[in-house]
């Protein structure tokens, strides 16, 4: 089954503590993205990857880093996680720059 | 003036209604547009993938856009309890490099 899957889906962690979330996409895709979700604000785009070692900021990046050293795999990394990234997140994945992305199922995200 | 704007309802219709999600937009030379539908506790999921101006059918699901207006609509025939969600807008930006998001309308269809 063609997918983006992400993991964990939950995570509680503390202030400081680094933590990775993974995504992998088993499509091919070129294209990669990681989103978060807060009420009231949607979904914004953290970073992007257009192929494999090649990233860049997206609206939200600070507090964030991300790797593509495989084309299928994009994490996540929060290297000193705060309170202020208490959030939904999504990672997706699409075949072109101008096509439809295919969403994770999401990891929320909890830092206390 | 955000990118893109999108009332958040939450909007209740009866079953079998006629549902119209909107959804304006700032930048005229904005050219990809699609509509996404999201189930509590999943992740989007595409429903239509529009470009440039007119209508794209697709089932019981219709996505309009009106770039003299700047405006872009999601319409939903014969609705159903499964089509309870939230529905997203969402533009290509940023060259082609991001999705850029409405805040995202809650529907229930109510038996």
């Known amino acids: 089954e063609a997918q983006v899957t992400q993991n964990p889906r939950y995570l509680i962690t503390v202030t400081g503590k680094k933590l990775t979330v993974t995504c992998s996409q088993n499509?091919?895709?070129?294209?990669m993205s990681w989103y978060r979700q807060d009420p009231g604000l949607g979904l914004r785009q953290i970073y992007y990857?257009?192929?494999?070692?090649?990233?860049d900021k997206g609206d939200v990046p600070e507090g964030y880093k991300v790797s593509r050293k495989e084309k299928r795999n994009f994490p996540l990394i929060l290297e000193s996680p705060s309170p202020n990234q208490t959030s939904l997140y999504f990672c997706a994945s699409s075949l072109s720059r101008l096509g439809g992305y295919t969403f994770g199922s999401g990891t929320r995200l909890t830092v206390v | 003036q955000k990118e893109v704007e999108q009332d958040p309802g939450p909007l209740s219709v009866p079953e079998g209604a006629i549902v119209s999600l909107n959804c304006t937009y700032s930048?005229?030379?904005?050219?990809?547009f699609m509509w996404y539908r999201q189930y509590s506790r999943k992740g989007p999921e595409l429903l239509m993938y529009t470009y440039s101006s007119g209508n794209k059918e697709d089932g019981r699901f219709t996505a309009q856009v009106d770039k003299s207006s700047k405006y872009i609509s999601l319409f939903i025939r014969d609705s159903q309890p499964s089509d309870s969600a939230t529905y997203l807008c969402?533009?290509?930006?940023?060259?082609?490099?991001?999705?850029?998001f409405g805040t995202g309308t809650q529907l229930k269809v109510e038996l």
């Open positions: 990857s257009m192929n494999v070692e090649v990233t």
């Open positions: 499509m091919n895709h070129e294209y």
């Open positions: 969402a533009i290509l930006t940023g060259g082609g490099n991001k999705l850029t």
């Open positions: 930048n005229s030379a904005f050219q990809y």
